[in-house]
């Protein structure tokens, strides 16, 4: 028998970990490396290169390189977001057969789901390698305000590993896990979770062996990488008081100094102030190569940073709202994902909680930690109590009525598994049919938020409008799945769909790309 394991799918980095006598530890490659660079890159022929030796690829072959794949998934080519991955990645978008963005290397296209499979196998060999055991199945964590089409697709990643998906669950979930698995807690924790890419927070209840989900919120563009763009900002206007050249529109110019800035982010984290030298920036008007040589400090750095740290602490003030709760009713804060090494972050944090944060939880390995208590307790047979997980939706779901509106049915934040149920009118005389089309978002419009599927139930009475009635059913799964009922209220006729379905690969298309079958 093998083990279960716990992963962390993260947009720049993933984490491997499993319970090993009692305890969750996180599993490291031959190196002894931990974090792994969540990037493939494709080389001559079949090669593909995953994690930390992907990522030194990323300098010499940017088009081959895929980092931050997971920002494209289960998304719509041609929607805002996807223009804007598509804006700040150095690698190709193509819009695949069902208007999925997917993603073009050397000529072919490859769906997301296929990346991130690349990344979990790499995962599972880690593993493999590093207990001598082979893997059986995984808990693999996505981001609290993941949809449908998202939480799906991570699991077609795992099928198409050869991997056996345990269960797919929220990363504040699992941090929560690692810091209150068996510690008999009761109290209100927040998990505040600054990534490279994304913000999120969620508010939890622990009772005992209970992590009930409260409330979450999050932005999805704001992260480490905007700390690095303020701050490169300001190294530009520097180089331009210095020397006049304006290398705003440079672009090999802004990636080193970019990177500089992320460099220099990361040291400020330990030291008061940092010299930053970045030679060969530029030329100057007699064709000389021009460099830029200043200093940050603390201060400069808290004057750029701080409009995004506050942005970060208006979601807070939403999720804490929604969970009824002030702030100094929270007892606990805990830290997920590296920008909240950051002393600004940690500092802020104190003034709004009015209490520092958990400092003895690794930021990077918490959450793949809480996954593989969870994947133990779904698969061993001790006497250990298991842990019971009550999430929340992090978005709301409803049908799209006349006009364009949307009708809620299940409420962003309520407790899931559930199943909630509205009843629809005809809005047209003689209508013997009705489309139900489920959008998943918080907008009153349709249009603005996304459409997880749709489908018709037909041979309705023809009757004048109003009068025929259609129960409209919503049934969520503890993995956040979706089914949609719809049923004639005269005959108890029902269609229904799994929104499993509408997921932008097919059954067969799973199949075809499972690596096993080509044999990687
Ligand atoms: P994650 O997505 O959780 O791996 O977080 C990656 C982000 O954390 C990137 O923006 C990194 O620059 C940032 N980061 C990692 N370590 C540190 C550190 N020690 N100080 C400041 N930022 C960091």
Redesign the pocket.
């Known amino acids: 028998m093998g083990i279960s394991v716990g992963i962390d799918l ?4 993933s984490v491997v970990a499993t319970v090993w006598d009692g305890q969750a530890v996180v599993l490291a490659d031959a190196e002894g490396r931990s974090v792994h660079p969540s990037v493939v890159a494709f080389g001559y022929g079949n090669s593909v290169v995953v994690g930390a030796p992907a990522r030194q690829q990323l300098a010499y072959a940017p088009d081959n390189t895929i980092f931050s794949a997971k920002r494209l998934i289960g998304r719509r080519f041609g929607s805002e977001e996807v223009d804007r991955i598509r804006r700040s990645v150095s690698w190709g978008v193509a819009e695949g057969p069902r208007g999925d963005a997917r993603v073009r290397v050397q000529g072919k296209v490859y769906a997301v789901q296929e990346i991130s499979a690349h990344v979990l196998s790499h995962m599972k060999t880690i593993a493999e390698q590093a207990t001598g055991q082979t893997v059986d199945g995984a808990v693999i964590t996505v981001p609290a305000y993941f949809n449908d089409q998202q939480r799906q697709a991570t699991r077609d990643a795992a099928d198409i590993a050869g991997l056996k998906c345990l269960r797919i669950i929220n990363e504040p979930t699992a941090a929560a896990l690692a810091y209150g698995y068996g510690q008999g807690h009761r109290q209100h924790i927040a998990v505040y979770d600054l ?2 890419g994304t913000f999120d927070i969620s508010i939890l209840r622990l009772d005992d062996e209970l992590f009930e989900v409260v409330s979450t919120a999050g932005d999805t563009f704001l ?3 905007d ?2 763009i303020v701050i490169c900002d300001h190294l530009l206007a520097e180089f331009k008081a210095q020397t006049g050249i304006d290398a705003t529109e440079n672009r090999a110019a802004r990636a080193k100094l970019l990177d500089a800035s ?1 460099r220099t ?2 040291a400020l ?1 330990k030291v008061p102030a940092v010299a930053v030298k970045v030679p060969g920036l530029a030329r100057d008007e007699s064709g000389n190569a021009v460099g830029l040589s200043t200093t940050l400090d603390h201060n400069i750095i808290q004057r750029l940073a701080m409009p995004l740290v506050q942005r970060t602490f208006s979601v807070v003030d939403e999720a804490l709202a929604q969970a009824n709760l002030t702030a100094h009713q929270v007892d606990a804060v805990l830290l997920v ?3 909240t ?2 002393p600004l972050i940690r500092q802020a944090v104190n003034h709004y909680f009015g209490k520092d944060p958990l400092d003895h939880l690794n930021p ?1 390995q918490v959450v793949a930690q809480g996954a593989a208590i969870q994947a133990w307790n779904l698969t061993s047979f001790t006497d250990a109590p298991d842990a019971v997980l009550l999430d929340v939706t992090p978005q709301t779901l409803g049908v799209r009525t006349v006009g364009g509106f949307v009708e809620p049915v299940v409420e962003r934040n309520t407790p899931i598994p559930t199943s909630l149920t509205k009843v629809f009118h005809t809005a047209q005389d003689l209508q013997n049919e009705v489309r139900i089309q489920v959008f998943q978002g918080e907008s009153r419009m349709a249009a603005d938020n996304e459409l997880l599927g749709e489908f018709v139930l037909s041979g309705l009475r023809a009757a004048p409008r109003g009068e025929v009635k259609v129960d409209v059913t919503f049934a969520l799964d503890a993995d956040g799945i979706v089914t949609v009922q719809a049923t004639d209220r005269e005959t108890g006729r029902a269609v229904d769909m799994t929104i499993e379905a509408s997921s932008n690969l097919t059954h067969e298309e799973v199949e075809e790309m499972r690596f096993d079958e080509i044999g990687f």
């Open positions: 993260g947009t720049s980095n990534g490279g992260g480490g990488d700390f690095d992320e982010k990361r984290s994902g590296g920008m090494r950051f990077d």
